[in-house]
């Protein structure tokens, strides 16, 4: 069974900085894509960013530039580096494993999440 934990959450002010962690636990396969989501009050869960096996990284439009997404294979952890935080940040941010096969997503993967507060 896949378990995944986050941590790193909390309230920052408009322009600061906070870095996710996201740590997983059980079988992981090399074709298992991670990531990070958020949903904020009211609104449907987004997509933040992820890494493939194959390192590609893709971001929404929304963080260019200022979030950073890094794994570490060996550790089985992903961490989301967050910069330049806008009050439009906050939300439950979430850790994803989505299980890959023949290119076809079999299931995901979701931690409990941790809330990240951006506000003055």
């Known amino acids: 069974q896949v378990q995944l934990v986050e941590s790193g959450g909390g309230l920052v002010q408009p322009g600061g900085s906070l870095r996710l962690s996201c740590t997983v636990s059980?079988?992981?396969?090399?074709?298992?894509?991670m990531g990070w989501y958020r949903q904020a009050p009211g609104k449907q869960r987004e997509s933040v960013a992820s890494?493939?096996?194959?390192?590609?990284?893709n971001y929404a439009d929304s963080v260019k530039g200022r979030f950073t997404i890094s794994r570490d294979y060996a550790k089985n952890t992903v961490s989301l580096q967050m910069n330049s935080l806008k009050p439009e940040d906050t939300g439950d941010y979430y850790c994803?494993?989505?299980?890959?096969?023949?290119?076809?997503?079999?299931?995901?993967?979701w931690g409990r999440g941790t809330q990240v507060t951006v506000s003055s």
């Open positions: 890494v493939t096996s194959g390192r590609e990284i």
């Open positions: 994803n494993l989505r299980r890959m096969s023949a290119g076809v997503v079999r299931r995901d993967y």
């Open positions: 059980g079988i992981i396969f090399s074709q298992d894509v």
